[in-house]
């Protein structure tokens, strides 16, 4: 498997969202899900990869976490 940030996907209650993705976005996450899924492993649907990402991303963002400490009401 190649080396992706992302390295599994955790099952959680889903909160169900409608957004609009680039084109260019949807190819990638198509792509990712392809290259996760490996030879002969399960499929992955891209759209399972969009929480994740988001939540690796908010967890590597400094100024995110010191804002969201600084502001407990959110």
């Known amino acids: 498997m190649a ?3 992302l390295k599994s ?3 959680d209650k ?3 969202m409608q957004v609009e993705l680039p084109a260019s976005v949807h190819r990638d996450l198509e792509a990712y899900a392809a290259i996760m899924s490996g030879e002969g492993g399960d ?7 969009i929480a ?8 590597s ?3 995110f ?4 400490r600084a502001n407990k009401s959110v």
């Open 61 to 63: 963002d400094r100024a």
């Open 43 to 49: 499929s992955i649907a891209p759209q399972r990869l």
């Open 9 to 11: 996907l955790i099952d």
């Open 65 to 68: 976490k010191k804002a969201k």
């Open 14 to 16: 889903p909160v169900k």
């Open 52 to 59: 994740p990402m988001l939540a690796k991303f908010m967890a």
């Open 3 to 5: 080396d992706l940030r």
